[in-house]
Each structure stands twice: as C-alpha cells, then as structure tokens.
C-alpha cells in the first residue's frame, strides 16, 4: 500500500505569507492527489484534486503542483480562516486510498 | 440540497456489533462511488473502504482484518457500513463522503460531499 508523508506536521505563519505544505508517496500514484482542509470539529472540506484542479467554490490562493511522488501545497496569502489542518489523499482505483498524517496550520 | 446523513453510531461494548448508515439527499447516489472514512480522537484521517456505483467492486482497508463491511441499497439511496469485533482502538467518528466523479465522468476526483460524522464509542 502508498504511505504518504507530509512535511512539516505543524506550520505557524503570519497572515499573508506564502506557505507550502509536502506530501511525499512511497511510490508513484500519478496526480491521484487530493488536498483536504478540516477545522477543529467539522468534516474534511476538498480543496484539490488531480493533485492541482481546485474544486468550485475554493479560493485561489489555495494551488496544487507535483505527480508521482512529490506533491505540494500552496496558499499564496494566509488568512485566518485558513487555520485548519490538511491532508492529503490519494485515489488510485481498483488499489487501497491513504491519507497522510496531517499538517496543522496556526497564524501566528 | 447535496448532503450526507450518517446515523448508527453510539456506545457499544468491546466485541460487539454495530451497522452504520448513510443516507444521501440532492442526487443520485447509485451515480458515485461510496467511500467511508474513520477519524479517532486527536487523531488525523483513515480511510476505512469503498463501493463501486453498483456495489459490484468493494475494497476495505487491510487494517480492518475483514471486521467491517461496506454495502449499499441504491434503492434507498443508502449507504452501509457493517462492523463486527469491536474494540476499543475503533472508537471513532465515522464518515461517509461521495467521490465527485458522477455521471458521464471517467475517473475518480476525490471526496467531494461528506456526512457530519457519527461518533462510535467502544467501552465496557
């Protein structure tokens, strides 16, 4: 089965910066990479699939990049509602999905 | 409007059983593949298994050792999830979601629609 590691597991930044946040498979899940973010006591919201389409409704300073086994995640502008944390997943079919561990994201 | 109900959940002791369910509203769930999704307390996301649009393909995740099941009632725009030998370590919330990959689509996108969760408390 894919592991999926994402790097760095906690993120403080100040509002505005630019963050990224890595998601690194064991082996290549082509762009089979999703993006979820989930508040504190809410169900995980999409943000990106096909490791860089946002889905409807996203804000754009959120983007995706990579394939294979290296994968990114950006917020061009950090907000303070973007304190949440993220996963990444990945949906490789007819084969078992994994999330990575978690990146918590805090404002400083 | 889109949405997913989970019911089911609820205190249960150690080796028992327990059938969740998931009931879409606001589209045709027999239209997407069905996934559930576990989430332990403080602790990050699991995927647990999912369905094919007609139920025909089904995978669970290894770690379930064949415990649980996953089914669905298209009928009923229903969703199922049957867990047999329950131990402490599945005290979770358990969601469901819908991949966004529906009608006349080609590949699986990504869990676009999840439930607000059913808690699973496993204790004497």
Redesign the interface.
């Known amino acids: 089965?894919v592991q999926l590691t994402q790097s760095p597991s906690t993120l403080s930044a100040s509002v505005g910066d630019r963050i990224s946040i890595t998601c690194r498979a064991s082996r290549s899940v082509s762009n089979?990479l999703?993006w979820?973010q989930?508040k504190a006591g809410r169900?995980?919201?999409?943000l990106?699939?096909?490791s860089s389409?946002l889905?409807t409704g996203v804000p754009s300073r959120f983007s995706g990049s990579g394939s294979g086994t290296e994968f990114t995640l950006t917020i061009s502008s950090l907000q303070p509602d973007d304190i949440a944390?993220y996963?990444c997943?990945e949906?490789e079919?007819?084969?078992?999905?994994?999330?990575?561990?978690?990146t918590r994201v805090e404002v400083k | 409007q889109v949405q997913l109900v989970e019911s089911g959940g609820g205190l249960v002791k150690p080796g028992g059983s327990l059938r969740l369910s998931c009931v879409a509203s606001g589209f045709n769930l027999s239209d997407h593949y069905m996934i559930w999704i576990r989430q332990a307390p403080g602790k990050g996301l699991e995927w647990l298994a999912y369905i094919s649009t007609s139920g025909n393909y089904k995978l669970h995740a290894d770690s379930l050792l064949g415990r649980f099941a996953v089914s669905r009632d298209n009928a009923r725009n229903s969703l199922l999830l049957q867990m047999t030998s329950l131990t402490a370590e599945d005290t979770a919330v358990y969601y469901c979601a819908r991949d966004g990959c529906g009608a006349g689509c080609s590949s699986l996108y990504g869990m676009d629609v999840w439930g607000q969760g059913t808690m699973v408390t496993v204790s004497s």
């Not at chain 1, 169900?43 to 999409?46: F, H, S």
């Not at chain 1, 079919?93 to 978690?102: A, H, K, N, V």
């Open positions: 089965d089979w999703a979820y989930q169900a995980p919201k999409l990106i699939y096909h389409t889905e944390t996963y997943q949906y079919s007819y084969s078992p999905w994994t999330f990575g561990q978690g």
